[in-house]
């Protein structure tokens, strides 16, 4: 599988910015594709994900409320819309995807390690 990210870019704090990720490849019928990042010094956190048939969704508590992860069934496309910007936002954003939609709900779990991540797309938040 193979995953093109796009998005991210500088904003001020309180502002939005939008994040989009295309799967392709070999896709079968249920799997996961979510979010981490990695702020500079530090370890990678789950951000959000969303599986596949359901579109069950899940959010780390640092984002909930900010944050709306949805996706596009005909596209294969996860998109992360990201509202209330602040500072602790600023981190390299990675796209995943996992054939195994229960990590959705492991959260930043050492085995919730998703099997294909994207190249990841900067966001800066400036205060």
């Known amino acids: 599988v193979q995953l093109q990210a796009s998005g991210g870019g500088l904003v001020q704090a309180g502002g939005s910015l939008g994040l989009s990720c295309t799967a392709s490849?070999?896709?079968?019928?249920?799997?996961?594709m979510g979010w981490f990042r990695q702020a500079p010094g530090k370890g990678r956190s789950f951000v959000a994900a969303?599986?596949?048939?359901?579109?069950?969704?899940y959010y780390a508590d640092s984002v909930k409320g900010r944050f709306t992860i949805s996706r596009d069934n005909a596209k294969d496309t996860v998109y992360l819309q990201m509202n209330s910007l602040n500072a602790e936002d600023t981190a390299v954003h990675y796209c995943t995807f996992d054939n195994n939609p229960r990590k959705a709900a492991w959260g930043s779990r050492p085995t919730a390690s998703y099997d294909f991540w994207g190249q990841g797309t900067q966001v800066t938040v400036s205060s």
């Open positions: 969303i599986t596949w048939p359901g579109g069950s969704t």
């Open positions: 490849g070999r896709i079968f019928s249920t799997y996961v």
